[in-house]
């Protein structure tokens, strides 16, 4: 059974969501401020996280921050601001998507399980052979491992999935919706923009290290592709 951490200081918030999903089936656990919710996630396999951003001790941001550290498990973000900028910010620091309040709890649950739904062995990001070799990179999908010139480079699900489908078709333009449809699902309901935040991240991961045969490129107006200037691979 999946186990979801609903973190948010309001009892009745978190009573609802626990209501919802364990009719869905999940098993729930509860933590009403970001140290909690941090000692909560450290002592258990958490498959999916709901986190709200205004908590006592930690704020929802500095816990996201905290998790990404040591790993890639999902994170719904929730909060009472709708600003840009903190949605722009959540996403940055790795919150896969994002919710404003007030909010539907079903809505919720049905972003819930497109994640889920996106992380079983069955997504359709999956190929049969999981492994890719292109020139000084290498990316072995299964093991969620990517190296560049045998440097491990540390990145999110999301970031990997961006690189692997991008690589497995180098020099294919994909669109911002196309990628958005691959990687987030047709029934996401975040904007193009949350696209461009993993892209720049990505990037800035990649280019610590020297990669002269190789390149995400953005296509202005379409979208991005993933470039072998030798065209080997």
């Known amino acids: 059974m999946a186990v979801i951490l609903i973190a948010d200081d309001n009892k009745q918030i978190t ?52 998790i990404r550290k040591t790993s890639t498990t999902p994170v719904i973000m929730i909060t009472a601001r709708g600003e840009d900028f903190e949605r722009i910010m959540g996403l940055d620091i790795g919150a896969d998507d994002y919710i404003v309040k007030p909010f539907s709890p079903a809505e919720v649950m049905a972003r819930v399980r497109a994640i889920m739904r996106r992380i079983t062995p069955n997504n359709k990001i999956n190929q049969e052979n999981q492994i890719l070799k292109i020139n000084d990179l290498y990316i072995d999908l299964d093991k969620f491992l990517v190296k560049i010139n045998n440097e491990t480079i540390p990145l999110t699900k999301k970031e990997m999935e961006l690189l692997w489908t991008m690589a497995y078709n180098p020099n294919r333009v994909y669109s911002r919706d196309q990628l958005l449809d691959l990687i987030w699902g047709y029934d996401y309901y975040g904007d193009l923009r949350t696209v461009d935040s993993h892209i720049k991240r990505l990037r800035a991961k990649l280019d610590l290290f020297n990669h002269p045969n190789w390149e995400i490129e953005t296509i202005w107006g379409v979208g991005y592709k993933f470039e072998v200037k030798d065209n080997e691979k």
Not at 26 to 52: C, M, S, T
Not at 56 to 64: A, H, N
């Open 15 to 66: 009573s609802v969501l626990a209501d919802y999903a364990k009719k869905d089936g999940y098993e729930v656990l509860v933590a009403y401020d970001g140290e909690q919710a941090i000692n909560l996630f450290n002592k258990g396999n958490i498959d999916l996280i709901l986190l709200d951003v205004m908590m006592p001790i930690k704020d929802g941001f500095e816990v996201c921050r905290e």
